[in-house]
């Protein structure tokens, strides 16, 4: 591990987590509708996670993704890592406007 950049590392299996997008409160939001409509096509899908070097969510979408861009992501996502992914639970609207104040006191408590 030594040379990694990152502060942790997930030792059992691996953390799967959700891509959000973040619109301002000023944004056109028939926009960003016609934008996460178009990356939940199949296109849209294999065209955004080609670009971030990903697992599109669309089914269907990894058919339309060059042979390259297939062989990265079936190396990066062994169907035996798939079985061990951790799915982070739903954290409701209250908890995620107190989630860095209960981060702060964990880090306290344990030294962090």
């Not at 987590?17 to 926009?31: C, E, I, P, R």
Request: proline content about 4%; some cysteine.
């Amino acid at each position: 591990m030594q040379g990694l950049s990152c502060g942790e590392l997930t030792l059992e299996g691996a953390t799967y987590y959700l891509q959000n997008f973040v619109v301002s409160a000023k944004a056109d939001t028939g926009l960003a509708q016609e934008w996460i409509a178009w990356v939940n096509t199949l296109r849209g899908g294999a065209h955004y996670a080609s670009a971030l070097w990903v697992k599109p969510c669309a089914i269907g979408a990894m058919d339309l993704m060059d042979a390259d861009m297939q062989g990265f992501v079936a190396r990066s996502y062994p169907p035996e890592a798939l079985l061990k992914l951790w799915w982070q639970p739903e954290q409701p609207v209250g908890f995620v406007k107190s989630r860095e104040g209960y981060a702060r006191a964990y880090r306290d408590v344990v030294g962090k």
